[in-house]
């Protein structure tokens, strides 16, 4: 059983382009957690999805992001118009319903 | 709300050292409680929970006990390696509600030199 496959690994933006950043979750895992980790600092909770719908996305930024986790195929963090400030890691985690969760090896993107 | 206190990083110890990193919480109820690992350039990993008090979780050498009356959960290892270096986090998850309610704290370095 692989893991949580987040992908790309790195991505760099230029400022004003759109990221997008996937994650594939666990066979058998139907719930979908995106963080942002700051350098120096925790994760922080994004927004939480389960097959085509969006439960909880109060730590998600109202303006340039959303979210989406289709019935087939990856989840999709999008970011729209990159600012410097998006420049972080952003983790996935999958997990089948319990307060337990797999992470993936994240995102690291940078704005330039 | 829910909070996670760690020990401000970095932890620098020589090879075979004892480790504690410090972990305290505030939470209502009985949450359960988290020590994730991160190694360089790599996600989180579990190392090891507790989901009651007075609970030992144990991985890879690594202890820690849910200590109600402190609201603590300090991480521990006897005899550290340099394969330990990485960031250590500890999280809390409360007994109600989905994964998106973990609380992490801001995580610990922690480097071991030969």
């Known amino acids: 059983n692989a893991g949580v496959m987040q992908n790309p690994r790195h991505l760099v933006r230029r400022r004003g382009q759109e990221a997008r950043l996937r994650c594939s979750p666990m066979k058998g895992h139907s719930h979908v957690y995106w963080y942002r980790q700051l350098p120096e600092e925790g994760l922080k909770f994004m927004v939480y999805l389960q097959k085509e719908n969006i439960i909880d996305e109060s730590g998600m930024p109202k303006e340039r992001f959303s979210a989406e986790f289709p019935k087939e195929g990856p989840s999709i963090l999008r970011i729209q118009q990159v600012v410097r400030g998006d420049s972080a890691a952003y983790f996935c985690?999958?997990?089948?319903?319990?307060?337990?969760?797999?992470f993936g090896q994240g995102t690291r993107l940078t704005v330039v | 709300g829910d909070s996670v206190t760690q020990m401000e990083g970095p932890v620098t110890l020589s090879e075979e050292a004892f480790l504690t990193i410090n972990c305290t919480y505030t939470?209502?109820?009985?949450?359960?409680l988290f020590w994730y690992v991160q190694y360089p350039g790599e996600g989180l990993q579990l190392l090891l929970k507790a989901t009651k008090a007075d609970d030992k979780g144990s991985n890879k050498g690594f202890e820690a006990t849910y200590r109600k009356e402190t609201t603590s959960f300090h991480l521990e290892k006897g005899s550290v390696q340099v394969s330990d270096s990485a960031v250590y986090f500890c999280?809390?998850?409360?007994?109600?509600?989905?994964?998106?309610?973990?609380?992490f704290g801001t995580g610990t370095k922690l480097q071991v030199i030969p």
């Open positions: 985690a999958s997990s089948p319903g319990q307060p337990e969760a797999f």
């Open positions: 999280a809390l998850s409360p007994r109600s509600g989905g994964y998106q309610k973990v609380t």
């Open positions: 939470a209502t109820g009985y949450p359960s």
